[in-house]
């Protein structure tokens, strides 16, 4: 039987030395971190890093707001773990990257992924010439940790509608370890961000299974190192790489 996460939530905050201000909205931020979890389905003890990210991530709001969301959870779970409630931390912070080739979305904290999440939001027509397909991209990959093979396998007919008709697309399908699919539900940000790039994504040149979600100005597949090119521009622009490729903040990339 696993830990009751209320039970915790009282030890925790009168074992930290956190100032009365900071201890209360701790203490909201966590309420409603395992509100979430538990209107949204993913179990407290068993969830990771993205989704964090995507539940700390308000779009339009400051980081710094973000920061205190995360550094609430990661907080209390960091007490969890000391209790043996849960067996890692899943906000636990992870080093700053300095080998672009070293940028994985499942090697990122929720801070970090939230901080490119909302680069995503903020990408316009002066850094990338198809800014909604950039954020639909980078959606992708750090909401569901995607690899870039992943991301450029997903064809127009991987994703449907299987919860609000009327809606869009609310879940995808990706092949499992077995040879088959898993249908995989998509979390709200991610899936509207998928939706916003719907209608200007551009025709494929080969329909087969609805055509490759992602496409170039000829409708062909886009280039197997656009994900991760995208990827580690944004987070250049944002401070989390150091700039050992020349671009400058924001890093201008052209769709092809």
């Keep these: 039987m696993g830990w009751d996460p209320y039970e915790l939530l009282e030890p925790w905050l009168a074992a930290t030395v956190y100032p009365p201000r900071t201890r209360e909205n701790y203490r909201e931020h966590a309420d409603d971190w395992l509100r979430h979890c538990r209107e949204a389905g993913p179990p407290w003890d068993k969830v990771a890093a993205q989704r964090i990210a995507l539940w700390a991530h308000r779009p339009g709001a400051p980081h710094s707001a973000t920061a ?3 550094s609430a959870v990661r907080s209390f779970y960091a007490y969890a773990l000391r209790r043996d409630a849960v067996v890692y931390n899943p906000a636990a912070r992870r080093p700053r990257l300095t ?5 994985t979305p499942a090697g990122l904290d929720p801070w970090q992924i939230a901080v490119l ?3 995503f939001d903020e990408r316009g027509p002066a850094e990338s010439s198809h800014p909604q397909q950039d954020r639909a991209c980078g959606y992708l990959q750090l909401g569901l940790a995607l690899r870039a093979g992943a991301v450029l396998a997903i064809h127009l007919d991987d994703l449907s509608t299987e919860r609000d008709i009327g809606r869009g697309a609310d879940t995808l399908r990706l092949p499992d370890s077995g040879g088959g699919h898993r249908m995989v539900p998509l979390p709200p940000l991610v899936g509207e961000a998928v939706n916003a790039y719907l209608p200007r994504r551009r025709s494929p040149r080969d329909s087969t299974r609805g055509g490759p979600l992602f496409t170039g100005r000829t409708g ?3 280039p197997h190192r656009y994900p991760h090119d995208l990827l580690r521009v944004v987070a250049e622009g944002s401070g ?5 490729v020349s671009g400058g903040p924001g890093g201008r990339m052209r769709s092809r």
């Excluded at 989390?240 to 050992?244: A, D, F």
């Design 220 to 222: 062909v597949k886009m």
């Design 99 to 103: 080998n672009p080739a070293q940028l």
């Design 117 to 119: 999440l909302a680069a």
């Design 68 to 70: 205190r969301r995360v």
């Design 240 to 244: 989390l790489l150091s700039p050992l």
